[in-house]
């Protein structure tokens, strides 16, 4: 058996997120039916790096499986492309060792939330973005958004529903730029809480939009109230843009 790293590209728009589940079509079905249908192998399953919403798009997630097909390793992305529908591509693959884990081996992960600013929505990027129809303060919101570098307990930046016990995480990077009429906060750290970066984003836009006083993270980050923060951003503004692994274990 050989284990397999892929890198995966999806629109999560059709989808009830990347985890399989009973009554709905998830990411993870669809890459599982895929590579069955590929190998010929019946009991395939795979694990992914992040468990992202219903919504929710990737550029950058990552997955792994194990498997006794012949194919060459830097062949299964393109073949799994021919049985993937078109809204979901693989964009690697790669032979790793049984150390390497999608979800275990990372150390990192970044997001990117993308808000489209103008008064009328997009068709195109409709999917994609979230639409804001005021004007944003961005360097209110760049300014408010740098409160969550650090290590901090971000209690209250997990929805309900959210069973991590630990809620300690350390972000390193973060920013909020604008290029108009598209907004984009990315945050980087070392693991986020369910809703965490949506939170982030709808608390983001209040500032943004002087409905909430600056300050609203740093006070959270001190009461844990999720009630010091803002609404939780629409899913289809957010993107999970890369994971980071160990180099040794990557397969690359």
């Not at 728009?13 to 079509?25: C, D, L």
């Not at 390793?73 to 390497?100: H, M, Q, W």
């Not at 997009?122 to 303060?137: F, K, R």
């Not at 069973?163 to 995480?169: N, P, Q, S």
Request: glycine share 8%; charged share 20%.
């Amino acid at each position: 058996m050989r284990r397999i790293r892929l890198t995966l590209e999806y629109d999560g728009t059709n989808y009830a997120g990347w985890q399989r589940q009973i009554n709905a079509v998830s990411v993870q079905q669809r890459v599982e039916e895929a590579l069955r249908r590929v190998t010929g192998e019946d009991g395939l399953t795979v694990t992914g790096a992040s468990r992202t919403d219903a919504g929710v798009h990737a550029l950058g997630q990552n997955a792994h499986f194990d498997t006794g097909c012949r194919i060459p390793a830097d062949k299964i992305c393109f073949a799994l492309n021919t049985a993937l529908p078109k809204d979901i591509r693989a964009t690697g693959s790669y032979e790793v060792s049984s150390a390497f884990h999608a979800r275990f081996s990372a150390l990192g992960k970044e997001y990117r939330y993308l808000f489209y600013a103008h008064p009328h929505a997009s068709a195109l990027y409709a999917n994609l973005c979230a639409h804001v129809i005021y004007p944003l303060d961005t360097f209110l919101m760049n300014l408010e958004a740098q409160a969550m570098l650090g290590t901090h307990d971000f209690a209250p930046f997990a929805a309900s529903g959210s069973v991590v016990k630990d809620t300690v995480r350390t972000i390193d990077a973060i920013s909020v730029t604008e290029n108009p009429p598209f907004i984009t906060l990315r945050v980087h750290g070392n693991g986020f809480l369910y809703n965490m970066v949506r939170i982030l984003a709808g608390t983001l836009q209040a500032v943004g939009t002087h409905k909430l006083e600056s300050g609203a993270i740093a006070r959270a980050l001190e009461s844990k109230s999720r009630l010091d923060l803002g609404v939780t951003a629409p899913p289809q503004g957010l993107t999970l843009m890369r994971v980071d692994y160990p180099r040794e274990l990557t397969g690359e």
